[in-house]
């Protein structure tokens, strides 16, 4: 069985640019999460999705980030424009159907971004 | 709120040496408790979990880890290190008052020396 899988490993691109990063999850997973990395602090909670609905989004920093699961499979978080402090490590996690507070998410290998 | 303190950013220790990577943790409910680890260019990997029942919870690669719910501390520990155990190590909780989302602490870097 598949891992969770994200796409680019990297990017690098320059201020004001958008960059759309990609994350396909254990495939049979309703709960989607986003977390981030940034300047190796604590990595942060961004948002969940439950199958297409997004059931919490509290960590979002704000409205330049975007996040978007169509059908219920894979995910895109968009950073539009980026800005310097956006670089960082951001991680794709996936848990089951059943997921409450106890169960495992899985993660992805992280999309390292950095914004010049 | 919920937060998790990882006191040490670096420890080393010898191969074949016992290792402990420390954390405490903050909730105001029943904490669910996790440690995930990170391998040189790689994901998060899960380790152990700690739900309910017996305080020592057994995980992957023969690592374990302590509940002590009086300390608030959830210690990750093996008996006998390897150099393959040299890696990022994250302990997260959770708690339903707050919802599914992780809270972590800010990693430790295991090094084992040959």
């Known amino acids: 069985e598949a891992g969770v899988t994200q796409f680019p490993s990297h990017s690098v691109i320059e201020k004001g640019q958008t960059v759309t990063l990609r994350c396909d999850p254990i495939?049979?997973?309703?709960?989607l999460y986003w977390y981030r990395r940034v300047m190796g602090k604590e990595i942060k909670f961004l948002l969940h999705?439950?199958?297409?609905?997004?059931?919490?989004e509290s960590g979002m920093p704000n409205n330049r980030f975007l996040a978007e699961r169509t059908g219920g499979t894979y995910s895109t978080l968009k950073v539009q424009p980026a800005e310097l402090e956006d670089s960082g490590v951001y991680f794709c996690?996936?848990?089951?159907?059943?997921?409450?507070?106890?169960?495992?998410?899985?993660f992805g290998p992280g999309t390292r971004l950095t914004v010049l | 709120a919920q937060s998790v303190a990882q006191p040490e950013d670096q420890v080393n220790v010898a191969e074949g040496n016992p290792l402990t990577v420390k954390c405490t943790y903050s909730?105001?409910?029943?904490?669910?408790l996790f440690w995930y680890v990170q391998y040189p260019n790689r994901g998060l990997q899960f380790l152990l979990k700690y739900i309910t029942g017996d305080n020592l919870v057994k995980g992957s690669y023969g690592f374990e880890a302590e509940f002590n719910k009086s300390q608030t501390s959830f210690h990750l520990k093996k008996p006998s290190a390897l150099v393959s155990d040299s890696a990022l190590y994250f302990c997260a909780v959770r708690d339903k008052n707050y919802g599914q989302n992780f809270v972590f602490g800010p990693g430790t870097r295991l090094s084992v020396l040959p």
């Open positions: 996690a996936s848990s089951q159907k059943l997921a409450g507070v106890t169960d495992t998410q899985y």
């Open positions: 495939s049979g997973h309703d709960n």
């Open positions: 909730v105001s409910g029943n904490p669910y």
């Open positions: 999705f439950v199958k297409e609905s997004k059931q919490d």
